[in-house]
């Protein structure tokens, strides 16, 4: 327990509104109190004023004396605009909400699919048509049906890695259509579920 004493007296704190309004004691001694628990709300401390055998407890839990507590929200407009190199809410608990993340390539030749984990970019299961064992079994290695076996290569491996949610972040402009389109529709018919 740290003790920190104030010798000098404290004016008189009569221009606060009522609720806030009290008498400082002329050497009031503070006493901080370090709470065990690990909780954001806990990182306030708890202050008792003592005055002789008189103890005034001021507990931010019952009355808002000395702290206010504000609410973990996030950002305003304003806050961001002062601050833009601070990363948003979003951007901040992405990573956690979904954390596998489908990516998904289309070259004249191959394609290739991948499933990543984003917050140790660890690769869960890839499939490539470029493979030996798929390169020469399939007729073209571009085609409908190609997208239909790199998906559920895709699903198989997920689930044997016990991933069976994912996401898929389109880029700029980008539709979910077509060649990629049935590589994703395979892979929820394989059992993965996808997060928007």
């Not at 961001?80 to 993340?101: E, H, I, V």
């Amino acid at each position: 327990m740290a003790f920190i004493a104030i010798s000098s007296s404290l004016p008189s704190c009569s221009s606060v509104p009522s609720v806030l309004s009290f008498q400082w004691p002329s050497t009031p001694t503070i006493l901080s109190q370090k709470s065990s628990s690990l909780s954001w709300a806990s990182s306030f401390p708890h202050v008792t004023i003592s005055r002789g055998s008189h103890v005034v407890s001021s507990n931010p839990a019952h009355d808002k004396v000395l702290f206010i507590r504000s609410a973990w929200t996030r950002r305003s407009r304003e806050e961001a605009a002062k601050r833009p190199n601070k990363k948003s809410w979003k951007q901040r608990t992405d990573m956690y909400m979904r954390p596998f993340l489908l990516d998904v390539f289309f070259s004249k030749k191959f394609v290739h699919a991948k499933v990543m984990h984003r917050g140790t970019s660890k690769v869960i299961s890839v499939a490539t048509t470029n493979a030996k064992d798929l390169r020469n079994s399939l007729p073209s290695l571009t085609d409908h049906n190609a997208c239909r076996v790199i998906g559920k290569l895709i699903a198989e491996r997920s689930k044997e890695a016990d991933v069976y949610a994912m996401s898929y972040e389109p880029r700029k402009d980008e539709r979910i259509e077509g060649k990629l389109g049935i590589v994703i529709d395979t892979i929820k018919e394989n059992g993965i579920m996808f997060v928007p």
